[in-house]
């Protein structure tokens, strides 16, 4: 199957296997994001070994489980399974020894599940990679997991043995717009731009979710087949999704919860008052977890006055709008929210997501790609605006989204908002040009308003570049 996307970490990882000396790589990223899709892809399964972590599995079911693969792969020692990490890395270096493959590519999936308690797991991956595989020319160890937290804890940000020893770290992301349509166009589903960015806004380009749609159906149809529906096919996703990820997942889902309730976000003061949770060091690491993760942003209002958290994975902000409430024994409740005002709400909150998912697609469509940049949020008593991007070109561009199904039309009242923000922007910013931006779904109707108020128009097809 084609690898949708990924290029530049596609380019990596051939730059990698053809460096000719040890590498150590970490692949991270949320679930079902597509990391072992990617490594399998790329190296075609042709590896000298290969082991996933078993859920939820206990010590000895792990090192059961890392026997059997290295049975299948050619072990030809004991049979029973190893005592302890440290032997099961020695039996695989026998296996990777005994191979005759030019590059020895090793793929360790879903390790944080490997790492049981008091396993010692971390001490023995250390063990192995210093002692033996960096001191070998022909080893390339790949590593693999989807708890981010984990990863960037105990492989990329190690204090002990590890620290700084992975030779190249993988972020792996969800899809853009682009790529999602690129990729659902592939599997035979050509649906028009705002129908894609919906689809986006619902499901955050994420592969697994984007490989269940059913291209006989229209998207309305396949959001209440695989979410709305009795035993829908992503009914305990929500669960799963946070259970996998987060050892305390309870907490996580706390903070997600309030920030879903606040548009632009909470400051830290404001979370611990929303939550049960406790000002301190645990905060910090859910915080930080929630972050690494890629489900909330952590961003400054104008000179730094207030640090917000805001929640920004597409599929979390939808399944607390309208799923978490419990069933509602409507099969078709997606299709029924077509047009409401509770839908549009939505879709216009989460149209401002969107865009700031794709600021590198924003800054490409304002020509300003090669010019350094700053966003940040604007808020005063009188104004409030979401999105100012500082250019070092002494240019500020106020940007205004606005979903419609039609091409958006300024009224007067509107009109005079706008003048509003951008007033308030000015005076933070009385030696650069401004530049109002519209961001929109439709287009932009070209009446006098638009005409004498606005410079610039990034449209949705401009989010797809």
């Not at 380019?11 to 399998?40: C, D, H, I, Q, W």
């Not at 620290?163 to 035979?188: A, D, V, W």
Request: charged share 25%.
């Amino acid at each position: 199957m084609k690898i949708i996307g990924r290029k530049s970490e596609i380019n990596e990882l051939e730059r990698l296997l053809k460096s000719g000396a040890p590498e150590f790589v970490a692949v991270y990223g949320r679930r079902r994001v597509g990391k072992t899709f990617l490594v399998k892809e790329f190296f075609g399964n042709n590896f000298v070994f290969y082991a996933t972590g078993v859920s939820r599995g206990t010590k000895a079911e792990q090192l059961q489980n890392f026997q059997d693969s290295l049975l299948e792969y050619g072990y030809k020692g004991e049979t029973a399974a190893p005592e302890s990490w440290n032997e099961a890395f020695k039996r695989l270096r026998s296996v990777v020894e005994q191979s005759r493959q030019k590059r020895k590519v090793i793929f360790l999936d879903e390790l944080p599940w490997m790492d049981t308690q008091k396993s010692r797991f971390v001490q023995a991956i250390d063990l192995f990679w210093n002692k033996w595989c960096s001191t070998r020319e022909d080893v390339m160890l790949v590593v693999c997991g989807s708890a981010a937290s984990w990863m960037v804890k105990n492989i990329i940000k190690n204090k002990g043995g590890l620290h700084n020893r992975s030779t190249c770290k993988i972020h792996l992301m969800p899809f853009t717009l682009g790529e999602t349509r690129e990729y659902l166009q592939s599997r035979g589903v050509k649906w028009p731009e705002q129908m894609l960015a919906e689809c986006y806004m619902v499901m955050g380009g994420i592969p697994y979710y984007l490989q269940q749609i059913d291209r006989s159906m229209s998207l309305a149809q396949n959001v209440d087949r695989m979410f709305f529906r009795e035993n829908a096919l992503l009914g305990d996703e929500f669960e799963n999704l946070y259970s996998s990820l987060f050892m305390h997942s309870g907490d996580h889902v706390e903070i997600v919860r309030v920030l879903a309730r606040k548009r632009e976000g909470l400051t830290r003061d404001e979370i611990v008052k929303e939550t049960s949770l406790t000002d301190g060091g645990g905060l910090t690491r859910r915080l930080t977890e929630l972050e690494q993760c890629g489900f909330i942003r952590r961003y400054s209002t104008i000179n730094n006055a207030r640090q917000l958290y805001q929640l920004t994975d597409f599929y979390t902000q939808f399944y607390l709008q309208f799923l978490s409430g419990g069933k509602t024994y409507d099969d078709e409740q997606w299709l029924h929210l077509q047009g409401t005002s509770k839908h549009n709400s939505w879709l216009g909150l989460s149209f401002e997501r969107l865009c700031f998912a794709h600021m590198p697609q924003i800054r490409r469509a304002l020509g300003i790609a090669g010019v350094a940049t700053k966003t940040f949020a604007y808020q005063t008593d009188g104004a409030q605006v979401d999105m100012v991007i500082e250019r070092a070109d002494k240019t500020v561009c106020m940007c205004e989204m606005k979903w419609s199904a039609l091409p958006y039309t300024i009224k007067k009242a509107e009109n005079g908002k706008i003048v509003n923000r951008l007033l308030a922007v000015r005076e933070r910013y009385p030696r650069y040009a401004m530049m109002v931006v519209m961001v929109t779904s439709g287009g932009l109707v070209q009446n006098e308003y638009a005409m004498q108020t606005v410079q610039r128009e990034v449209t949705l097809e401009e989010l797809f570049g």
